[in-house]
T-cell receptor
Framework: ETGVTQSPTHLIKTRGQQVTLRCSSQSGHNTVSWYQQALGQGPQFIFQYYREEENGRGNFPPRFSGLQFPNYSSELNVNALELDDSALYLC????????????FGSGTRLTVV | AQTVTQSQPEMSVQEAETVTLSCTYD???????LFWYKQPPSRQMILVIR??????QNATENRFSVNFQKAAKSFSLKISDSQLGDTAMYFC????????????FGAGTRLTVKP
């Protein structure tokens, strides 16, 4: 069984630009959650997708948006990048119940300059 | 709102010794899940152990065990026979059983195992 894969692994963007991060979920998982992890901190919940619909959102502005596709893969889009958006972005997949925890990818390191 | 607190930013332990990482949480829920995740320098979060709140028995996975005190809202992780490969950030996490669309994490504890 394949795990969660994220691309790209590293990315450098300029303030004001837009970025798209991608995630392929683990086989058998239908739910994808995205987290932002600033340096030295714990992951912060951005949003979750289930069956192509947003299924919950954390305290992030609307310029953070997402998509989930029929094969359960997902994208995270961030518009109008700010310096504070520099972080590790983690994708996690699970069953909807998530009772056995999430399976995480290795993340995308985004640097905004 | 649920919050997770890890009061030990950094800890160190000698190889082969035992170390305990602390975690407390705040919730009004009676049923929930608790997790410990390990994040090595490779960045991938790896599930170490999970606990279901309605089960009184403490979870154990090989060298890893937890001390779950529901009334005190405490969930500590004990690592026995520490190995160099245990060096990593450790995160405690909370998830509700219902409306469980977000898993909440603590700020983490950086554990260093010394040879």
């Amino acid at each position: 069984e394949t795990g969660v894969t994220q691309s790209p692994t590293h990315l450098i963007k300029t303030r004001g630009q837009q970025v798209t991060l991608r995630c392929s979920s683990q086989s058998g998982h239908n739910t994808v959650s995205w987290y932002q992890q600033a340096l030295g901190q714990g992951p912060q919940f951005i949003f979750q997708y289930y069956r192509e619909e947003e299924n919950g959102r954390g305290n992030f502005p609307p310029r953070f948006s997402g998509l989930q596709f029929p094969n359960y893969s997902s994208e995270l889009n961030v518009n109008a990048l700010e310096l504070d958006d520099s972080a590790l972005y983690l994708c996690a997949s699970s069953s909807l119940a998530g009772t056995y925890g999430y399976t995480f990818g290795s993340g995308t390191r985004l640097t905004v300059v | 709102a649920q919050t997770v607190t890890q009061s030990q930013p950094e800890m160190s332990v000698q190889e082969a010794e035992t170390v305990t990482l602390s975690c407390t949480y705040d919730t009004s829920e009676s049923n929930y899940y608790l997790f410990w995740y390990k994040q090595p320098p490779s960045r991938q979060m790896i599930l170490v152990i999970r606990q279901e709140a309605y089960k009184q028995q403490n979870a154990t996975e090989n060298r890893f065990s937890v001390n779950f005190q529901k009334a005190a809202k405490s969930f500590s992780l004990k690592i026995s026979d520490s190995q160099l490969g245990d060096t990593a950030m450790y995160f405690c996490a909370f998830m509700r059983v219902y409306n469980n669309n977000d898993m909440r994490f603590g700020a983490g504890t950086r554990l260093t195992v010394k040879p």
